[in-house]
């Protein structure tokens, strides 16, 4: 389906596929054992220029449009989640800096993210905040110039390894956002181990005790932290985790289209009984669906459209929910190697549960798609 991309798309796709197939899928499964991402992994797709790409080219990213940063985290998605989820963090922190970051900010800390010379992470979540995040109870407090900054962020995708998080904590005037460096003194990191998917992303705990910033790297007014700052990263985010899923789709029909037409059972092979097919089938709508849903929202966002928002959620929700099915039902058309190690949808099937968790869990879109609805409602009632 590439049908509907400019030229330019469509050969970024080529070399996204290529780039995929040679060099992130067949080590992803040994990095989803190890939890680890290998630090040269993490160079190579900074020296490709890929962590730039949607950075915009004054500050040295690829200044690319929002269909072909979904082009790329779609198929880094299709060859290795935790690979797309650094992609996602990564552009989330330089988004919310491009959005809401002074000309000072953007030009000191933007080019770097764009080379990949630092790698940013989003330290949001904490053991008593998730969905909501206004609830985080870091404390922020303001200490002449400085701010004096005590937390513990807990899932912190590559906080193990990242160099840049933008934390949101809460001061005197709300929830605010800034930016704080590895080496600040009184800033840990420690990997959480075990998890059930997304495995080599290096996700951590962070604890913050009297870490003293520079005033300069708050992000915003103080008390827009969440509204303003995380809002912008989160919809970025969104967006490029509904992509993520299409490439669960995509990589759960390959395995299972391949595997129904290599194996045996009662004398035929089990693509021709119609009950495995049916699931095929399924995946295959399911995987066009959220494809079309994720193009649809690239477009929009292309072009400004005030409908991006509610089409990013739309897909996000969609592709997630369809990627866990369509998870599920590659692990049961595998049967019992399904189960095993050895093929890869074991792996995808714990990466599936973990997109129907973040950027917005599927409970959080099923009440604000609704939230759409009615507001188009209301739209067609004044025209
Ligand atoms: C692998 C992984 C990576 C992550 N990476 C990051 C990261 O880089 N940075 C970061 O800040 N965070 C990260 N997170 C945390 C993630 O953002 C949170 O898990 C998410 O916001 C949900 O919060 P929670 O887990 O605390 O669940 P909770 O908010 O406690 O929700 C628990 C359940 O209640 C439901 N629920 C909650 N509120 C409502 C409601 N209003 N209506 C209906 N149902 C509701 C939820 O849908 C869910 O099913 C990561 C999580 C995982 C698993």
């Known amino acids: 389906m590439t049908g509907a991309l400019t030229a330019e798309q469509a050969q970024a796709l080529k070399e996204f596929r290529a780039f995929a197939d040679d060099r992130v899928a067949p080590h992803a499964d040994t990095w989803h054992h190890e939890q680890r991402t290998p630090p040269e992994v993490i160079r190579l797709l900074a020296d490709e220029g890929l962590l730039g790409l949607p950075v915009a080219r004054e500050y040295g990213g690829g200044g690319c449009d929002a269909v072909t940063l979904g082009l790329l985290a779609g198929e880094l998605g ?3 989640s ?5 992609l996602t963090v990564h552009t989330m922190v330089a988004h919310a800096i491009a959005r809401w970051g002074s000309r000072s900010q953007k030009e000191h800390w933007l080019p770097r993210l764009a080379a990949g010379r630092i790698v940013g992470a989003l330290a949001v979540s904490e053991p008593g905040a998730g969905s909501d995040a206004s609830g985080v109870t870091t404390r ?38 800034l930016l704080v460096e ?7 990191t420690e990997l959480i181990e075990g998890m059930i998917g997304i495995r080599a992303s290096m996700t951590a705990n962070v604890y913050l005790e009297g870490c003293r910033v520079p005033g300069g790297n708050v992000l915003a007014r103080p008390g827009l932290g969440v509204s303003h700052v995380v809002g912008a990263a989160l919809d970025l985010g969104r967006y490029t985790v509904g ?25 035929s092979l089990i693509k021709d009984h119609q009950l495995v097919r049916r699931m095929i ?20 966002r292309d072009e400004r459209d005030p409908g991006a928002l509610a089409a990013t959620s739309t897909a996000k929700y969609f592709a997630a929910t369809a990627a866990g099915r369509a998870a ?20 995808y099937l714990g990466d599936s549960r973990v997109m129907e968790v973040i950027e917005g869990s599927a409970q ?18 004044v025209r």
């Open 243 to 267: 992509w993520g899923s299409v490439g669960i789709l995509d990589a759960c029909l390959a395995a299972s289209t391949d595997y129904a037409s290599g194996r045996e059972q009662f004398g």
């Open 140 to 177: 922020l407090e303001r200490d002449g110039d400085d701010w004096i900054v005590d937390g513990h962020k807990k899932w912190t995708t590559y906080g193990e390894s990242a160099d840049l998080f933008l934390v949101v904590g809460r001061s005197a005037e709300g929830p605010t956002a």
């Open 364 to 381: 959080l879109h099923q009440v604000g798609l609704a939230e759409y609805a009615f507001q188009e409602r209301a739209l067609r009632s």
């Open 78 to 80: 299709r060859a290795c």
């Open 82 to 86: 935790s690979l797309r989820s650094l």
């Open 328 to 347: 599920l039902d590659a692990v049961q058309i595998h049967g019992a190697n399904g189960c095993g190690p050895d093929y890869p949808v074991q792996r």
């Open 281 to 300: 089938s399924n995946m295959y709508t399911d995987a066009r669906a959220a494809r079309l849903l994720c193009l649809e929202a690239g477009r929009l």
């Open 182 to 188: 590895r080496d600040t003194p009184g800033l840990r």
